[in-house]
T-cell receptor, first 113, second 112 residues
Framework: GENVEQHPSTLSVQEGDSAVIKCTYS??????FPWYKQELGKRPQLIID?????GEKKDQRIAVTLNKTAKHFSLHITETQPEDSAVYFC????????????FGAGTRLTVKP | DGGITQSPKYLFRKEGQNVTLSCEQN?????MYWYRQDPGQGLRLIYY???????QKGDIAEGYSVSREKKESFPLTVTSAQKNPTAFYLC???????????FGAGTRLSVL
């Protein structure tokens, strides 16, 4: 089955700096790569996702890049703000193929004011 | 709560007791999932269901059971065989398996 690894496990940046979180996956048939943000005690929320037919997707201050050959994808957050502080999870799946979604172990991002 | 409701929010289990966590969705989604989250850790898949009357084991299914008798409902039973049940349990749904997940607010289970 799919195995997703995520790095780093913790990340601390100064407000206004950029943050990058990286994930690798093992199943070359995976075609859907979402990122979720989880604030303390709350449910994970989808913040951005990418399908395997594109290499990059942006939404305001966040972007995701995908390298299918190397089987890795990354989350980029620019101009970080204190409210970006949370745990971020990457995931991978084969959408619509009776396949579950597997998550990375998470990255705790702290943005210092 | 975004179309997917989990209850109760907090649950306490006594030794040897089975407890059932409820998950209901009104999003007309075919796929539903149960994940377990331990403090400071990621999401581990317990069970998932692609369609009514069908479900598959995830990575940590031992000590848990599920049913999918209705499209809207996917209850999780934590049996007495699960020796370390204390965790945050998250139910999710998606329009199809492997698609974007909508999570419930979670149930926090503790052992008395």
């Amino acid at each position: 089955g799919e195995n997703v690894e995520q790095h780093p496990s913790t990340l601390s940046v100064q407000e206004g700096d950029s943050a990058v979180i990286k994930c690798t996956y093992s199943d070359s048939a995976s075609n859907y790569f979402p990122w979720y943000k989880q604030e303390l005690g709350k449910r994970p929320q989808l913040i951005i996702d990418i399908r395997s037919n594109v290499g990059e997707k942006k939404d305001q201050r966040i972007a995701v890049t995908l390298n299918k050959t190397a089987k890795h994808f990354s989350l980029h957050i620019t101009e970080t703000q204190p409210e970006d502080s949370a745990v971020y999870f990457c995931a991978a799946s084969r959408w619509g193929n009776n396949n579950d979604m597997r998550f990375g172990a998470g990255t705790r991002l702290t943005v210092k004011p | 709560d975004g179309g997917i409701t989990q209850s109760p929010k907090y649950l306490f289990r006594k030794e040897g007791q089975n407890v059932t966590l409820s998950c209901e969705q009104n999003l007309n989604h075919d796929a539903m999932y149960w994940y377990r989250q331990d403090p400071g850790q990621g999401l581990r898949l317990i069970y998932y269901s692609q369609i009514v009357n069908d479900f598959q084991k995830g990575d940590i299914a031992e000590g848990y059971s599920v049913s999918r008798e209705k499209k809207e409902s996917f209850p999780l039973t934590v049996t007495s065989a699960q020796k370390n049940p204390t965790a945050f349990y998250l139910c999710a749904s998606s329009i199809a398996t492997g698609g974007p997940l909508n999570f419930g607010a979670g149930t926090r289970l503790s052992v008395l």
